[in-house]
Nanobody, 122 residues
Framework: QVQLVESGGGSVQAGGSLRLSCVASERSFDTQCMAWFRQAPGKEREGVARIYGIRDTYYADSVKGRFTISQDNAKNTVYLQMNVLNSEDSAMYYC????????????????WGQGTQVTVSS
């Protein structure tokens, strides 16, 4: 059973930055695709970014150019660097893992962290 633990959320003013971290208890076939999702109150969970393999990355249009996903395999950790944050980025952010990325369909991801809250004030 893979466990994912997120950290790094918090409160920041618009235009600021945060870096989220997700530590996986193991990396294996089941965690080839690592992704970040977010969910704001009353909204559908949405895929933000994902990394598959070494450096195959994808970003949602809403964060492209502002967010960067990366990983440190030696630490079993995936990061989400978030820059130029705005109020629409406020949400609970979740780390998730699966054997494949499934076009970031959240229901197809197997493993989930507990989430970390990001609040952006204007």
């Amino acid at each position: 059973q893979v466990q994912l633990v997120e950290s790094g959320g918090g409160s920041v003013q618009a235009g600021g930055s945060l870096r989220l971290s997700c530590v996986a208890s193991e990396r294996s076939f089941d965690t080839q695709c690592m992704a970040w999702f977010r969910q704001a109150p009353g909204k559908e969970r949405e895929g933000v970014a994902r990394i598959y393999g070494i450096r195959d990355t994808y970003y949602a249009d809403s964060v492209k150019g502002r967010f960067t996903i990366s990983q440190d395999n030696a630490k079993n950790t995936v990061y989400l660097q978030m820059n130029v944050l705005n109020s629409e980025d406020s949400a609970m952010y979740y780390c998730a893992a699966a054997p494949y990325c499934y076009n970031l369909e959240w229901k197809r991801f197997t493993y989930w962290g507990q989430g970390t809250q990001v609040t952006v004030s204007s």
